[in-house]
């Protein structure tokens, strides 16, 4: 067998691979409004929430994505502070186990224009509020893109995910949002790595060609096996009774 | 080469054993059966008396030759599916079978004693309209093709083109009919609507135009739709409008004379299009002079027509069905009438004289889970005495055919609905009788308490008397089986002595059919041990079948149901049955006024442990089914953690729904896939009743590697709208269902549909067409939480945060595929296999261990450990992977997957024109002993050694006791 290579590096690669995704933090707790808007190849968009006692959605400004667009799709957040009333709402909603949706505005990261951006409609996720508060408003917002840069879906988890029923004492933990955002293209999926395989093939038969021992062929290798055989045979053969014309 | 053949020796080596079948069990795990379609063209064999053959050309693109006697086919070609395939006429002469293929492409011709080919010739170009065959002085020896700008004649012997003629003012002239009676022309019927028939009479020997008439027609539009030929030339046309019988006569063209069909004491049915049937014996001499005339759907009559005048010979009324047969110079017709609801006669009468035969009547049964019948196929013959005998083949709505003997004897029926299985389920067998009382005396706890002691002891005995009374009628049996030659002793598997086996490997197949036809059938033998018929299907229905309780709640039968919805109007019904019986059930199910959106059936039951469907509509309303009380405070109590997803691929559009208490839904994401870029093809979840036993995988340093198991992860498949082959790709977005979270994104660049997807356990297999390679490649991504797990008690879509891990690798396939699905098994322990159908109608056994991502390229000790298989990019195709061995599955269109009680084993059910069936071991069948295991060895063993311990035992007393006296 072939010796072992001493690197394994074949899985680390794929998994290296799929996290080509362009992380921003942001909490710098700044207004919606600020002269950000009108830089180049950038511009912003409303992320909106809504938190209802009915669960009947009504979405009220959250903050504002700003997004550059281009080769490589940027994105930054500024966000608003939530208010007395709405954390005191939220922690209702919380308490009776209502949902915290998040939505954004579908649009189109290539576009050179505003103008060209917007598409109907928006793109909704959410959480459980309680999860929400129980994080103090710590989440992750991931914008989803496909190919050709159309934004098709946004998710939104909360660190920790579960709602153990803990109670959050302090108001000030629900002031501002600690908000980890990320927009994720898809990955190119590999196809079969033919180059490679042919490449170790060739390696090994050069190993081989190097080891004169596996080039020997199958005569040379086993010579006294056959030798001995043959001599086996003619000695049972001769060792026989003359036939002697039959019985 | 030789690298090759050493990765191979290498792969045989390291990985396990052969899975194939031996000789000696062919046919004994398996079976299969093959169907043809619904038949649009039948013709029986009658070069000579005791022909046995059967032409049948079907609506599936298949041309066959059925047993007469039996119903088995002799042969079977299968055609392309589609347009390019279809069977357009069938002209049957001596034995020869022409064929006429792809809407004129194909030019066939068939020996029907054998069933091989003749000659096949390419036609021009051109719409088909018309096929005959054309005779002269006597002998048939050519075939003329009428397209819509050209006519050509072939020999029947070589196909060769005798000659070939453009049609005149083939732009105005719409050429319906070719017709030849057999005395060296060729009529060719065209017609301009509204205004007039066109006439050209070809010359048979060099295609010269003999004629060109016109005659002033201004009613007439279709010609095979409401003329015929009959007698001499006589061209016979009934127009509906004026309720009146047309006659021209193709010799002389003057002028249509008129018939009022009032002038001969008929009258047309309303809203009724009448039709005409006539009838010619043999190409090479004219049609008779007798003619059917339909003139409402239960009323024909037998008409001749005498130098110009039209002769009532026979009214049938009512009348089904009415067909010619001839044999001989004997030309008969034979006419169903109705009987009674469950029966109708048949008849057979002179076509000359309109007199009915005496001794012909022949019943035939209607079935009452089948449908009406349809057409007539007769097959007359003489018999000694020189009267004429005849069967039929009557074919049913339900597209099933029946042999008919006199007078009444089913001789074969063939279910040609199953050639088209849209779904199945498997569903355990009931237990026996015995069985099914214990479980009752046990299974009812509540009625313990009220019941006392007395009654229970009273309700053991009975229960034990009863078990008593089985075994002894078992073994009365076996005593009386066992003096019967063992030839003799048959396991007749009816609906009466249907019950589970040892292991569950027997069970009930319910397979539903795009006809409407449900059947039930038994795995084991491939029996059909019921059907039924649902007469109100749409066209294009789509079917989704359900299990709504099993057989493992006794006293409560198990429930079916089958969701039948219009594809166009969205608008469903539901058919609730008893899936081992086939019986209707009892229970009501809902009247649904609105469209259908999304049906999902909930994990928990009802008090009848009958499980949850949820209906939603197209107003985002709920309904439930069943609909009791108990249920709805159920869904209120769980409403909250009930969610659900609606696709609407036709605007890219994915949407999330929670349900609220008041059964009104609200929506909780959405994710939009933009058309105009890519169009979502598949959305493909993990099936329900699937097990995972092992939470992870062991690395080759001993620890662990836990798999990403979200049961509610959707695979979502999108093709690009670009075609071009350098732009096309493929989508893959895993989503969570719940939560609406893309999990995973990726694009496969340069590939194209179609893609065939498998979702289980932590992985998503799919295939699809590499643009740039020109490959079919196979792609596999495993989802994996890392070497922790966030939760390992449960897990929850709401409380994932962490991403997980994906691996993905992909690999060449030799060959495209026509389905694919993966090995089920109960407990999940068994390793995977993929069942994958071929168009060549191999199923292929793949095992899941190939399409592994973490496959090293370079070897290591720790992936030798692991049991990796080194990375190789191709998937090599082993013939013993073939589970089918020789028998082929046409056009395999599904795999059904179900588990048996043995965790070894896999049943499987491969449909599509074929039915296959049969069990797969994908981990070998480590739960069971072999056939050959020796019991007579080991038990012996165990006794010598028995004997042999207290033998030595003895000894070394009596040694002690003398060692002790020294």
Redesign the interface.
Same mark, same amino acid.
């Given at each position: 067998m072939a010796p072992l290579l001493p690197f394994n590096v074949a899985v680390i690669s794929i998994v290296l691979l799929l996290t080509c995704a362009n992380l921003v933090s942001c909490n710098n707790g700044r207004r919606v409004g600020d002269p950000l808007e009108a830089e180049l190849s950038g511009f912003s968009v409303p992320l909106e929430h809504s938190f209802e006692l009915d669960d009947v959605a009504k979405f009220q400004s959250r903050g504002s994505l700003l997004l550059k667009t281009g080769r490589e799709p940027s994105v930054s957040l500024t966000q608003n502070q939530l208010s007395e009333d709405d954390r005191s709402k939220l922690k209702e909603v919380a308490a009776v186990d209502g949902l915290y949706r998040i939505r954004v505005p579908r649009v189109f990261l290539q576009a050179d224009r505003q103008t060209e951006w917007q598409m109907d409609g928006y793109l909704t996720a959410f959480v459980r509020a309680c999860a929400m508060v129980e994080s103090h408003l710590s989440d992750v917002i991931t914008l989803h893109t496909d190919v050709s840069g159309y934004l098709i879906g946004v998710s939104i988890v909360t660190l920790p995910g579960a709602c153990r029923g803990a109670e959050v004492e302090d108001e000030v933990d629900l002031e501002v949002f600690n908000t980890t955002l990320s927009i994720m293209a898809p990955v190119n999926a590999p196809g079969p790595e033919t180059a490679l395989f042919l490449e170790r093939m060739e390696q090994e038969s050069e190993k081989k060609g190097k080891n004169p021992q596996e080039q020997k062929s199958f005569f040379a290798k086993y010579w006294y096996l056959i030798l001995g055989g043959a001599i086996f045979l003619m000695l049972t053969n001769s060792a026989q009774p003359p036939a002697g014309g039959g019985r | 080469m030789a690298?090759l053949i050493l990765l191979l020796l290498k792969l045989c080596i390291l990985f396990f054993a052969v899975h194939a079948v031996f000789e000696d069990q062919v046919g004994k795990f398996d079976w299969r059966q093959q169907y043809v379609g619904k038949v649009r063209f039948s013709h029986f064999d009658t070069q000579l008396q005791s022909s046995k053959k059967v032409l049948v050309a079907t609506e599936s693109n298949v041309f066959a030759a059925l047993n007469s006697r039996t119903g088995e086919l002799f042969w079977r070609h299968v055609d392309k599916t589609g347009p390019e395939g279809n069977i357009d006429a069938l002209l049957h002469h001596a034995q020869d079978a022409v064929l006429v293929v792809g809407n004129g492409r194909m030019l066939r011709s068939w020996d029907i004693n054998v069933g091989g080919l003749n000659w096949e010739m390419l036609l021009d170009t051109g719409s088909f309209q018309s096929a005959c065959l054309v005779g002269q002085q006597g002998t048939v020896k050519h075939v003329a093709v009428l397209k819509k700008t050209v006519i050509s004649v072939h020999y029947l012997s070589n196909g060769h083109q005798k000659w070939v003629e453009n049609l005149p003012e083939s732009e105005t002239v719409d050429y319906q009919t070719v017709y030849s009676g057999g005395n060296g022309q060729v009529f060719v019927l065209g017609i301009v609507p509204h205004s007039h028939i066109t006439i050209v009479v070809y010359s048979m020997e060099d295609g010269e135009i003999i004629k060109q008439v016109s005659v002033e027609v201004s009613w007439l539009s279709n010609i095979p739709a409401s003329c015929a030929v009959v007698g001499q030339g006589m061209l016979m046309c009934v127009d509906s409008t004026t309720m009146s019988l047309n006659t021209l006569d193709l010799h002389q063209q003057l002028q249509m004379t008129q018939i009022p069909l009032q002038s001969l004491g008929l009258e047309v049915d309303p809203d009724f299009h009448p039709s005409l049937v006539s009838h010619q014996p043999n190409p090479a001499q004219k049609p008779l002079s007798e003619f059917f005339l339909q003139l409402g759907p239960e009323r024909y009559l037998l008409l001749q027509l005498n130098n110009g005048q039209i002769v009532t010979l026979r009214d049938f009324k009512p009348a089904l069905l009415a067909s010619f047969a001839t044999t001989g110079e004997k030309t008969v017709a034979a006419v169903m009438s109705p009987k009674n609801k469950t029966a109708c006669s048949i008849n057979l009468f002179s076509a000359d004289t309109g007199r009915r035969l005496l001794d012909t009547t022949l019943i035939f049964t209607v079935d009452p889970s089948g449908g009406k019948p349809e057409r007539l196929h007769v097959q007359a013959f003489l018999k000694k005495d020189d009267s004429v005998g005849y069967r039929v083949m009557v074919q049913t709505e339900d597209h099933a055919l029946t042999f008919i003997q006199q007078p009444g004897r089913v001789m074969w029926t063939r279910e040609e609905a199953l050639s088209d299985v849209v779904t199945m389920e498997m569903v355990d067998l009931p237990l026996t009788g015995t069985q099914a009382e214990l479980e009752g005396e046990f299974g009812k706890k509540a009625a313990i308490s009220l019941d006392g002691l007395l009654s229970m002891v009273l309700k053991r005995l009975s229960s034990q008397l009863i078990m008593l009374q089985a075994w002894i009628a078992h073994l009365w049996k076996l005593f009386y089986d066992a003096r019967k030659p063992r030839s003799q002793v048959k396991n007749e598997v009816s609906i009466e002595n249907l019950s589970r086996d040892e292991f569950n490997l027997q069970k009930m197949m319910v397979m539903v059919t795009s006809s409407g036809k449900l059947f039930g059938i038994d795995s084991k033998t491939g029996g059909i041990l019921w059907k039924h018929y649902l007469d109100n299907v749409p066209k294009n229905a789509a079917f989704k079948l359900m299990v709504q309780r099993t057989t493992a709640h006794f006293p409560h039968p198990p429930q079916c149901t089958l969701l039948i919805k219009d594809k166009d109007t969205g608008l469903a019904t539901l058919h609730v049955f008893n899936p081992i019986f086939g019986r209707k059930s009892q229970v009501t199910p809902p009247a649904l006024p609105q469209p259908i959106l999304q049906s999902l059936l909930l994990p928990f039951m009802d008090q009848d442990y009958a499980k949850v469907l949820l209906l939603v509509d197209d107003q985002y309303k709920v309904s439930a089914f069943p609909s009791t009380k108990n249920v709805l405070q159920q869904l209120q109590e769980m409403a909250?953690s009930i969610f659900f997803f609606l696709v609407d691929s036709s605007q890219g559009r994915l949407s999330g729904y &929670?349900l &609220?208490t008041d059964l009104s839904t609200?929506?909780?994401?959405?994710?939009?896939?933009?058309t105009e870029? /890519?169009k979502i093809v598949t959305v493909k979840g993990k099936r329900p009743n699937e097990h995972v036993h092992s939470q992870g995988r062991v690395m080759g340093d001993r620890s662990v590697l836990y798999k990403y198991l979200n049961p509610n992860l959707l695979a979502v498949v999108t093709e690009?709208t670009d075609v071009h082959q350098e732009r096309s790709?493929i *989508?893959?977005l895993l $989503?969570d269902g719940v939560? *609406?979270?893309?999990i995973?994104?990726?694009?496969? &660049?340069k590939a194209r549909g179609p893609v065939h997807v498998v979702h289980s356990e932590n992985w998503v297999v799919y295939e699809y067409w590499?643009t740039?390679?020109r490959r079919n490649?196979f792609?596999v991504?495993e989802l994996y939480e890392g070497m922790e797990l966030y939760?390992s008690t449960v897990f929850s879509s709401?409380? &994932?945060?962490h991403a997980p891990?994906?691996?993905?690798?992909?690999?060449?396939f030799p060959s495209s595929i026509s389905t694919m699905e993966a090995t089920l098994t109960e407990k999940g322990i068994t390793s995977r296999h993929l069942l994958i159908g071929l168009p060549s109608g191999g199923i292929l056994s793949l095992p899941k261990m190939f399409l592994d @991502?973490?496959r @090293?390229? $370079?070897?290591?000790? /720790?992936?030798r450990e692991e049991n990796l298989i080194p990375?190789? @990019?191709?998937l090599i195709i082993r013939t013993e992977w073939f589970i089918n061995y020789n028998q082929t599955v046409g056009r395999v269109r599904g795999i059904h997957t179900a588990p048996s009680g043995l965790e070894s084993t896999c049943l499987v059910v491969a449909y599509g024109l074929d039915i296959y069936q049969t069990r797969v071991y994908p981990s070998k069948q480590f739960d069971v002993l072999k056939d050959d295991y020796d019991y007579m060895l080991i038990s012996s063993v165990l006794f010598a050694l028995f004997f042999a311990t207290m033998i030595s035992k003895r000894l070394a007393e009596v040694k002690l006791l003398n060692r002790a006296w020294r």
């Open positions: - | 690298k909250s &929670r &609220r609200e929506q909780v994401w959405e994710v939009v896939v933009p870029v /890519q690009s790709f *989508g893959i $989503i939560t *609406g979270r893309i995973h994104e990726a694009v496969q &660049r590499s740039k390679s490649e792609s991504i939760n709401l409380d &994932r945060p891990q994906v691996l993905q690798q992909s690999y060449i @991502p973490r @090293p390229e $370079i070897i290591s000790e /720790q992936s990375y190789a @990019p191709e």
